[in-house]
């Protein structure tokens, strides 16, 4: 098994063994059982079960910017409604367990306490604000979106929706779609311009 091959077996195992373990309870041994690889060999790519799923939770935040990065639309509008989507639904052959969904979330509940969750975490907020603000400043410079929009606060405000909608999705089984809609109002009533909608 080449070096690609093995880390692509690392990460699909450690999904797997999350979904049925969880962030607390899993373990090198439950990972390895997922894996072709024996619980030695991942002791060899990484120190501790820390390392492996700091490195997993990175791996995480990198697919998720490609989607980011791959949004699109004919508008603005239609840009910042597929933004949404592209955040809080994953793509149809890649979502996720309720399990994992539930794991990751206590990753992110790691970020007060391990520098080097929090750091990912913050890289990862940062470049979805970016993303967020790009869509909005080009709704504005389009004229679809109030020429007096505060980009940078509008910003803010989605991506707190979005943390907390997921938060409530796992947590207490809200449905995403909910948000989705909710946030669509608020673009509508907010942030778009009057007439501008194209």
Known sequence: ?????????????????LCKHGYADVTMEDIAAET???KS????????????????????????TERLDAVEGETAYESLLNLI???LFPPDDDAPDLGFQTAVLEMK?????????????????????????DHLA?????GEFRA??????????????????????????RPVEETRETLRAHIDSMIVADGGRK
């Open 36 to 38: 072709d690889v024996s």
């Open 85 to 87: 989507d592209a955040v």
């Open 109 to 133: 509940a790691q970020g007060p306490y391990d520098e080097s969750f929090r750091r990912y975490l913050k890289e990862h907020e940062h470049t979805l604000r970016e993303h967020v603000e």
């Open 1 to 17: 098994m080449s070096t690609g091959e093995s880390t692509s077996d690392i990460t699909e195992g450690t999904y797997r063994a």
């Open 148 to 173: 007096d929009l505060d980009v940078e606060a509008s910003a803010d405000f989605l991506v707190t929706v979005f943390n907390g909608a997921q938060t409530r999705s796992v947590a207490v089984g």
């Open 138 to 142: 080009d709704g504005v410079e389009s």
């Open 41 to 64: 060999a991942l002791h060899y790519h990484y120190d501790s079960k820390h390392d492996l799923l700091v490195s997993f939770f990175q791996d995480l935040l990198e697919g998720f």
